[in-house]
């Protein structure tokens, strides 16, 4: 069997971690695969980049220039949303026509378009799609918030400052609804929530939708010793450390107000844990978080090594992600991997990642009493117990050889 998985980007965001993930998990499984992308990162062979040379950037900035004038010329959700009105056909090359399943992920931002995916719906290929977030089975959005109209018929977004061209939404909607009417496709959500989501959309009716996990490396990605980690990055051994990840901090659904909302909590009903407890920031914002969070704050540049990322999530004590919409993060998979419980809000996939109060906290959504009641339970409750729960969860749910059979399985079927 040959697959080919399509994604937009080798290595950056974390549907391109996912697809290069499980691009390795089916190879040791036996199967023939490789990865075609837009934007190529690094040298290695199974990955085939999309060759349009200067033409590749200008189809990124045509489709978010579209999107900027039907916005009425506003900035605003500028990259919520995806139109999906240029891209490149990739049904002649050779690695597409040698392939007998065709693995679509995250093909956003100018790579294929609606006329591309056409394209390869028509060629005759098993087509299995990865939904990553919701956009294959609504109009235009990625994620919808409290929006339910794809269940019907997208229109009118609530994301769109009204449209200069009619009604965007629904127009791309539609035009989903006929070139999905063509096909046979199965849909697989990374998380049993999107899964569902994804089953009362009117897109995806007559097709099937399973769900399957994003796989990891539990041979990198594993449990090892506390203080030699905290010496790599030279943290200190007597305090406890919350580890926080701050790219894009300033987008709402990343939640960093309610965590800010609930350190000031912690702050101010137990100042002994306050003064015990440091904050890990990691990424490029650090100086912003320290402006507002009543912790002690220890910066981290971003760490592009998985070895090195390895280290600090078994550096530290607690992982929290106050992300207010997601669907199965890679770094609570990474972070319970190495061994380390975590914190998060009850939305999304994370509820079927942390066990609540059995490696983590799984905390109300929004209610950020409840989060820093998550996070002063985890530092109180024994970390040995709470690490080894982690890690047995990653072993018998998201292992590379579980998740390989599970997409095997529907690649044959």
Request: hydrophobic share 45%; proline share 4%; glycine share 4%.
């Given at each position: 069997m040959?697959?080919?998985?399509?994604?937009?980007?080798?290595?950056?965001?974390?549907?391109?971690?996912?697809?290069?993930?499980?691009?390795e998990a089916l190879k040791k499984n036996g199967v023939k695969v490789k990865m075609l992308v837009r934007d190529k990162q690094?040298?290695?062979?199974?990955?085939l980049p999309v060759r349009n040379g200067w033409m590749q950037p200008l189809k990124f900035v045509w489709e978010r220039l579209c999107?900027?004038?039907?916005?009425?010329?506003?900035?605003?959700?500028?990259?919520?949303?995806?139109?999906?009105?240029?891209?490149?056909?990739?049904?002649?090359?050779?690695?597409?026509?040698?392939?007998d399943v065709i693995h679509l992920h995250w093909i956003n931002q100018g790579f294929l378009s609606l006329s591309d995916i056409s394209h390869i719906f028509q060629s005759g290929?098993?087509?299995?799609?990865?939904?990553?977030?919701?956009?294959y089975f609504t109009g235009i959005c990625h994620y919808s918030g409290d929006c339910q109209k794809y269940t019907s018929l997208c229109h009118d977004c609530p994301l769109m400052n009204g449209s200069l061209w009619g009604d965007l939404a629904k127009r791309v909607f539609l035009q989903k609804e006929k070139i999905y009417g063509t096909a046979s496709l199965t849909f697989v959500g990374c998380s049993q929530w999107m899964a569902d989501l994804a089953k009362t959309s009117r897109l995806t009716q007559g097709h099937k939708v399973v769900s399957i996990p994003n796989?990891?490396?539990?041979?990198?990605?594993?449990?090892?010793?506390?203080?030699?980690?905290?010496?790599?990055?030279?943290?200190?051994q007597d305090k406890q450390l919350l580890l926080f990840g701050c790219q894009r901090i300033t987008d709402e659904r990343k939640g960093f107000t309610l965590l800010v909302e609930a350190l000031q909590l912690i702050k101010k009903t137990h100042p002994d844990v306050a003064q015990a407890t440091e904050v890990v920031?990691?990424?490029?914002?650090?100086?912003?978080?320290?402006?507002?969070?009543?912790?002690?704050?220890i910066p981290?540049?971003?760490?592009?090594?998985?070895?090195?990322?390895?280290?600090?999530?078994?550096?530290?004590?607690?992982?929290?992600?106050?992300s207010l919409q997601d669907n199965l993060p890679n770094t609570i998979m990474e972070a319970l991997a190495c061994g380390t419980p975590c914190v998060g809000f009850k939305v999304g996939g994370i509820p079927e990642m942390i066990d609540h109060k059995k490696n983590g906290y799984v905390a109300t959504y929004k209610d950020a009493q409840d989060f820093a009641d998550g996070i002063l339970w985890t530092l109180a409750t024994d970390h040995p117990t709470l690490s080894r729960q982690a890690r047995n969860k990653v072993m018998t749910t998201y292992s590379e050889n579980a998740v390989a059979r599970k997409y095997i399985d529907v690649y044959e079927n």
């Open positions: 040959r697959v080919l998985i399509v994604n937009t980007s080798e290595r950056v965001g974390g549907a391109a971690i996912a697809a290069n993930r499980l691009m690094t040298d290695r062979l199974t990955v999107i900027f004038i039907a916005n009425n010329f506003s900035r605003k959700n500028l990259f919520q949303v995806d139109i999906a009105n240029t891209g490149t056909d990739i049904t002649q090359l050779t690695e597409f026509q040698r392939a290929k098993r087509v299995v799609i990865t939904l990553h977030d919701q956009w796989a990891i490396n539990t041979e990198r990605f594993l449990p090892m010793d506390k203080a030699e980690a905290r010496r790599a990055f030279r943290l200190p920031v990691v990424g490029g914002q650090a100086e912003y978080v320290r402006k507002q969070v009543p912790f002690d704050i981290v540049n971003y760490v592009s090594d998985p070895q090195r990322m390895v280290m600090l999530y078994n550096a530290v004590d607690v992982y929290v992600t106050p």
